[in-house]
């Protein structure tokens, strides 16, 4: 079980490999990954920031409250900060539990939340200026579910 909050870009396939073969037991493994997308075409780069230390341990907080909601053996949550350009990976979550049901549901209250409430801001950069993301109401429906 594993969180990391880094600059760097990662591998999702190797992620995924590394994350597989300790997933001893597991029938399913579920994994998703978000790109920075660009939308109407006039992203430059996105700017993510967050405190170190507190973003954590709300990802740990998250990651327990899917380990004991549903039987998962192993859960991964990946969140990168810093400058990022469309296409580029920000995030990977991957579950793997006996079952699909579990690793599936558990994987969308993972993003759900990763979405709505983790402790990351968004600034956009592009040809008309920059912006903050602000939270979407259909996100924050989405986490009303759980």
């Known amino acids: 079980m594993s969180v990391r909050v880094q600059i760097e870009p990662f591998d999702a396939g190797e992620e995924l490999r590394l994350f597989s073969e300790g997933a001893k037991g597991a029938g399913a493994i579920v994994t998703f990954s978000g790109v920075v997308r660009d939308e109407d075409g006039s992203l430059e780069a996105m700017e993510i920031e967050h405190y170190p230390g507190m973003t954590e341990s709300a990802l740990e907080n998250i990651r327990n409250e899917a380990m004991s909601r549903w039987s998962l053996s192993s859960v991964l949550i990946i969140h990168r900060y810093g400058a990022l350009k469309a296409g580029e990976q920000i995030m990977m979550v ?15 209250f993972l993003m759900d939340y990763l979405k709505s409430r983790a402790p990351f801001w968004k600034k956009e950069f592009g040809s008309t200026g920059e912006k903050w993301v602000e939270a979407r109401d259909e996100d ?3 986490l009303k579910r759980w």
Do not use: K, L, N
């Open 94 to 108: 991957a579950t793997a539990s006996r079952h699909r049901a579990d690793a599936f549901a558990a994987a969308e």
């Open 140 to 142: 924050e429906a989405s």
